[in-house]
């Protein structure tokens, strides 16, 4: 399996911007479809966005399509979410996870691994 570790999480105003980063160890990064999911007190986890193996194509959920931009640099081992115009229903607490069989998985049981998640915080 491999290992991720996400940052970048922080408190910002609504309307400002953030960016999360996730770094990949253990396997072969680019082998991994790479989503970001994000959970909110007392809510499910919900889907973000995901990313193919070799960043070609992406998938964003309805929410954040126009403000959330995902990349990945794959000689780095990192993906990115680059959060613009954020608004305090974006508060939450954000993972990144790894899909080795998945090609743009959008729900939680088709990914294999899981980092510790990182805390973003919107304030009106």
């Given at each position: 399996q491999v290992q991720l570790v996400e940052s970048g999480g922080g408190s910002v105003q609504a309307g400002g911007s953030l960016r999360l980063s996730c770094a990949a160890s253990g396997r072969t990064f680019s082998t991994y479809a790479m989503g970001w999911f994000?959970?909110?007190?007392?809510?499910?986890?919900?889907?973000v966005v995901v990313i193919s193996r070799r960043g070609v194509n992406t998938y964003y959920g309805d929410s954040v399509k126009g403000r959330f931009t995902i990349s990945r640099d794959n000689a780095k081992?990192?993906?990115?979410?680059?959060?613009?115009?954020?608004?305090?229903?974006?508060?939450?607490?954000?993972?990144?996870?790894?899909?080795?069989?998945?090609?743009?998985?959008?729900?939680?049981?088709?990914?294999?691994?899981?980092?510790?998640?990182?805390?973003?915080?919107?304030?009106?």
């Open positions: 994000r959970q909110a007190p007392g809510k499910e986890r919900e889907f081992n990192t993906v990115y979410l680059k959060m613009n115009s954020l608004k305090p229903e974006d508060t939450a607490v954000y993972y990144c996870g790894a899909s080795e069989g998945g090609f743009l998985p959008t729900t939680s049981p088709e990914y294999d691994s899981w980092g510790q998640g990182t805390q973003v915080t919107v304030s009106s």
